[in-house]
T-cell receptor, first 113, second 113 residues
Framework: NAGVTQTPKFQVLKTGQSMTLQCAQDMNHEYMSWYRQDPGMGLRLIHY???????DQGEVPNGYNVSRSTTEDFPLRLLSAAPSQTSVYFC????????????FGEGSWLTVV | GENVEQHPSTLSVQEGDSAVIKCTYSDSASNYFPWYKQELGKRPQLIIDIRSNVGEKKDQRIAVTLNKTAKHFSLHITETQPEDSAVYFCAASWSSNTGKLIFGQGTTLQVKP
């Protein structure tokens, strides 16, 4: 049971490049979400999903796409990277079953130059 | 949408003293209020949470109180230890367990030995 797994852990992109941050969970959680954390700030919600095939926008969705084709995976796509997207990205999952804690992945450090 | 304000932004206490961090939220429909501890370079870790049908919850040296009328909630850490030093985030959600959290800006707690 690995929990929430994010890849890659570190990535440097050039402005205009596209890439996908991968997120997978093995806890059969219904809910998954993506956050970004900028220096000295709290986490801000980018996109979230309440189940396979269902996604919705969070606070800061511009420049990002998501899809949820399976319960386990929730990839985040940067369409055309900009320096403003330099950040740490956290994926999270949770479930209605049990105490309802939200589990975060270890984070992906992204730098756009 | 929901907005969460957190104070203070930094807090320094002597080992053994108590620390209190306060948050206010704007959406009266919010019903789930977790607190996270984040060490440098690490993921946020849930330390305690409270739901809107409860006014107070305690777990050893950590307690959280909720005042729904005033729309604020607080984290109390007693008998602080140097290992309590970290950044603490409050969050609020109108839909518990969905992974859709709105975070406060964070409080950097320093516990001096």
């Amino acid at each position: 049971n690995a929990g929430v797994t994010q890849t890659p852990k570190f990535q440097v992109l050039k402005t205009g490049q596209s890439m996908t941050l991968q997120c997978a969970q093995d806890m059969n959680h219904e809910y998954m979400s993506w956050y970004r954390q900028d220096p000295g700030m709290g986490l801000r919600l980018i996109h979230y999903s309440v189940g396979a095939g269902i996604t919705d926008q969070g606070e800061v969705p511009n420049g990002y796409n998501v899809s949820r084709s399976t319960t386990e995976d929730f990839p985040l796509r940067l369409l055309s990277a900009a320096p403003s997207q330099t950040s740490v990205y956290f994926c999270a999952s949770s479930t209605d079953r049990g105490p309802g804690a939200i589990y975060f992945g270890e984070g992906s450090w992204l730098t756009v130059v | 949408g929901e907005n969460v304000e957190q104070h203070p932004s930094t807090l320094s206490v002597q080992e053994g003293d108590s620390a209190v961090i306060k948050c206010t939220y704007s959406d009266s429909a919010s019903n789930y209020f977790p607190w996270y501890k984040q060490e440098l370079g690490k993921r946020p870790q849930l330390i305690i949470d409270i739901r809107s049908n409860v006014g107070e919850k305690k777990d050893q040296r950590i307690a959280v109180t909720l005042n729904k009328t005033a729309k604020h909630f607080s984290l109390h850490i007693t008998e602080t230890q140097p290992e309590d030093s970290a950044v603490y985030f409050c969050a609020a959600s109108w839909s518990s367990n969905t992974g859709k959290l709105i975070f406060g800006q964070g409080t950097t707690l320093q516990v001096k030995p």
